[in-house]
């Protein structure tokens, strides 16, 4: 890891890591632009990078900051605790922040808050199953592999690919609506 990055986790952590998450949340909305749309869209870019620094790197510090805490004083080396921070970390912070982040997206989106909710309904199941497929694997590397400071990177990078899931899915979604008023 770079001294400078080192540098700004240590003086400003929540600023670095949510910059970060910014970063790589916009590149993963280019990268889906280019594979799913064949086109950028910049105010998705613009949507994604902003929930990138206003909610995906300050939740996450605060995610692993929190996991941290709880299992303070037990042996990180073991696979047991390992397993157990995947489970908390998946059983209560991810579908919190799927929530806020299926909600956020489209409020950004210009939708009113009563059908950000009921998107996010239909939307849940699907996206919280995947998740389950693709998270507890980047937990348990993270927890097992990654010093402390460097987790919410590590998530971040994980999150490039979610993102372009993400991206996928809700956009699937919201196509699949509009062909039915149609």
Not at 144 to 157: D, E, G, H, I, W
Request: charged content about 15%; aromatic content about 14%; proline content about 4%.
């Amino acid at each position: 890891m770079s001294d400078s990055y080192a540098k700004l986790l240590k003086a400003q952590p929540i600023l670095t890591k949510a910059l970060t998450a910014g970063v790589l949340s916009g590149l993963g909305d280019v990268i889906a632009g280019l594979f799913i749309t064949r086109r950028i869209h910049l105010t998705a870019v613009f949507q994604q990078t902003l929930i990138g620094v206003a909610l995906k790197g300050p939740y996450f510090h605060y995610v692993f900051q929190l996991v941290g805490k709880l299992f303070a004083g037990y042996d990180h080396s073991r696979l047991s605790t390992v397993l157990k921070k995947m489970l908390v970390t998946q059983g209560i912070f991810s579908p919190l922040f799927l929530f806020l982040y299926l909600t956020s997206l489209r409020m950004l989106q210009g939708v009113k808050p009563a059908d950000a909710l009921a998107f996010t309904k239909r939307a849940f199941p699907t996206v919280i199953t995947a998740n389950l497929k693709f998270w507890p694997i980047v937990d348990l590397l993270n927890f097992s592999f990654v010093p402390t400071q460097y987790r919410v990177l590590f998530a971040n990078l994980a999150g490039l690919i979610w993102t372009v899931y993400l991206v996928w899915k809700t956009r699937q979604l919201k196509l699949r609506k509009k062909k039915r008023r149609q």
